[in-house]
T-cell receptor, first 116, second 113 residues
Framework: GAVVSQHPSRVICKSGTSVKIECRSL??????MFWYRQFPKQSLMLMAT?????????EQGVEKDKFLINHASLTLSTLTVTSAHPEDSSFYIC????????????FGPGTRLTVT | GDSVTQMEGPVTLSEEAFLTINCTYT??????LFWYVQYPGEGLQLLLK?????DKGSNKGFEATYRKETTSFHLEKGSVQVSDSAVYFC????????????FGKGTKLTVNP
């Protein structure tokens, strides 16, 4: 099946710094990528949807200036958490779809962010 | 808004036991329903899906039936294996899965030998 990778798998950063998380589709072209956030014992919450070459669409309540999403190519999307604070500590998961007739979302393994 | 409620875990079973994980949903329109599985250290994988009422999704011995009258999509397996230990997520989409999946909180299943 289609493979989606994320890098890094875990990251620890200091409060006030920025962190970039990469999401790559390894064997297919991802026309749409999704970014989710998961708190402990909670469900995945969709943060934003990005289509290659266009601006991301953010869900209500998600700060677009804090969570910068770039989908510059059909195989790469990045999420940058700017000026991170401890409350941004969470598990961030991306998914991707190839568009066309296949609407299945393929998920990456997630990135554990800890802000100290 | 759309929402998914699934039974809280963790669930611990012995090998070959029967598994049921309950899932109910609230949605406008006619959603598609999904079960995803997340094995330790891996990303979510689609386990099975159903796109209309009375459809039964099945895969790897798991099955779930889309029940519109009870707004449910319970996951079942007749005989679980140790390798089924994972976290299971029920989800819905009102746009065929291409947009905005709404997830339940996940249920952790542990199967002991």
């Amino acid at each position: 099946g289609a493979v989606v990778s994320q890098h890094p798998s875990r990251v620890i950063c200091k409060s006030g710094t920025s962190v970039k998380i990469e999401c790559r589709s390894l064997d297919f072209q991802a026309t749409t990528m999704f970014w989710y956030r998961q708190f402990p014992k909670q469900s995945l919450m969709l943060m934003a949807t990005s289509n290659e070459g266009s601006k991301a669409t953010y869900e209500q309540g998600v700060e677009k200036d804090k969570f910068l999403i770039n989908h510059a190519s059909l195989t790469l999307s990045t999420l940058t958490v700017t000026s991170a604070h401890p409350e941004d500590s969470s598990f961030y998961i991306c998914s991707a779809t190839g568009g066309g007739r296949s609407y299945e979302q393929y998920f990456g393994p997630g990135t554990r962010l800890t802000v100290t | 808004g759309d929402s998914v409620t699934q039974m809280e875990g963790p669930v611990t079973l012995s090998e070959e036991a029967f598994l049921t994980i309950n899932c109910t949903y609230t949605a406008t329109g006619y959603p598609s329903l999904f079960w995803y599985v997340q094995y330790p250290g891996e990303g979510l994988q689609l386990l099975l899906k159903a796109t209309k009422a009375d459809d039964k999704g099945s895969n790897k011995g798991f099955e779930a039936t889309y029940r519109k009258e009870t707004t449910s999509f319970h996951l079942e397996k007749g005989s679980v294996q140790v390798s089924d230990s994972a976290v299971y997520f029920c989800a819905l989409s009102t746009q065929g899965g291409s947009e905005k999946l709404v997830f339940g909180k996940g249920t952790k299943l542990t199967v002991n030998p």
